[in-house]
């Protein structure tokens, strides 16, 4: 540095460093009752809950990743074009502002603001045929007067018509061809995975536990196969698993978390949502344990697997079944301290809290009435995420504070419930 | 400009770090971390003269194929 008199301070000068290689972010591990990258790194997440995802063109040029792969939706041009209102578009901007997670319902109906039947925007379906007569009370199926023809609800697909369930691979039976649905949710995981972020994909949501035709989400479905055979759920179990979880498979994610089901105790007659099914808790566990089972196969990766109805902090979980041995990351149950973190993860299951993250409240309006994104208006960004980093040095340097400029309508009741807020 | 790959461990050197004087003189003074990258988010850390991958820090495990920043300013 050059010396003037008693000049003492130099400019500063930045030094860029280049770090070669992949980065090894997935698929996350638990260790040593920390949630890390698959290099060892903490990992905070930090997620957004586009659950009605299905709601949307995956981008302008298609519904599928290959037709999406390097193309440029972007939210500013949104503004003008209304064709890259898309996946592709939201996706980009959740990462540019910081977001390292997504929430994806991959079954997604009218709870969640996707389609009645489980349908996506563009008319895909992710089973073919529906249930014959005779299954749980109260529901009658088929719907539309046989199992070919196309349901008004969700709750009579046969689940075991999901596709090949031995190669994860779609089929096409009575004019629907599943594959053409699971492509489009191979689009959002792998997407994300470009632009380094997770998917926590909820593979059945169960909100409100009711048939759908009083409210209720994927609960039925459950109920309704279970009742024609076990095995249908088993099978929609392995596909998924054969799919996702292989690693041969050509939609293999590493970058994934099953989210399962949602928060909804519907087998507890104490749960104060009030929609008491016996016996659910034991066909919720089946599909659990089989999935936990298929992903201990050589061959394939096991993922880590969370649910808010079964965790530390919640006195509500089943205690029939064995769910310990399966779910690895800590679940928190709805609106329960003290642990409660708006809805999503906190620690790891079976040791002390360790850190926390906010995921943007559960989106059920999530781009169906644009509450979440506005196209019109792009400068309306989310919440922002609170993040609680215990124990350990720093939050990750991917996560900044976020712009926050959303009105606090949407998301008072979250704030409000925050005990460490108060 | 200095390159290490992702899988480097925490504690590995990355660059050693050194202050002249125009005229030659000695450089007797310190090096710190200063905006706007400081020590790029307690990533990396001065050692001596060293700058590394910090111990306390997150590691550059997911970092492959980024360029990340540092910014550096000398005080005597």
Redesign the interface.
Known sequence: MWRYGYATVSPPVTVPITITGSSSLFPLMVSGGVLQTAGGTPYLILGDAPQGANNLPLCKAGNTYAACTGTGDTLSGAQTDSGQRSFLAYIKDRQAQGFNSVWINILCEAYTACGSNGSTQEGTYPFTTQLSAGVHSPDTCPEGGSTAATPGSANCWDMSTVGNTSTGVGITVNGRNTELYWQNIDGYIKLANDLGLQVLADPIPTDNCNSQSQGGSFGFIFLNNNTKNAAKITGYTDFVANRYSKISSPSYASNLIWFLFNDYTCWNPTSPFGNYIPGADTVFYNFVSRLAADEAQTGYTKHLMTTETYGNSNWLSDTVNTWSTCITLNGVYYNVGPDYDGGLLSHVQGTAPRYWSRATMPAKTFLGSMQVINWAAPGLRVAVPRIYWRGLPAPPKAIQPLAHSVSASSFGNCYSREPQDT | ???????SPKGTV??TVR?????A?QFT?TISF????YG?????ALSGSN?VISS?????????????????????
């Open positions: 400009m200095p390159v290490t790959p992702a899988s990355v660059a202050a002249t004087w125009s005229d003189s003074g200063t905006a706007p990258n790029d988010s307690g990533t990396f700058l306390i820090g997150l590691g550059i495990s997911g970092d492959g194929g980024t360029i990340q920043r540092v910014t550096l300013v000398a005080e005597q």
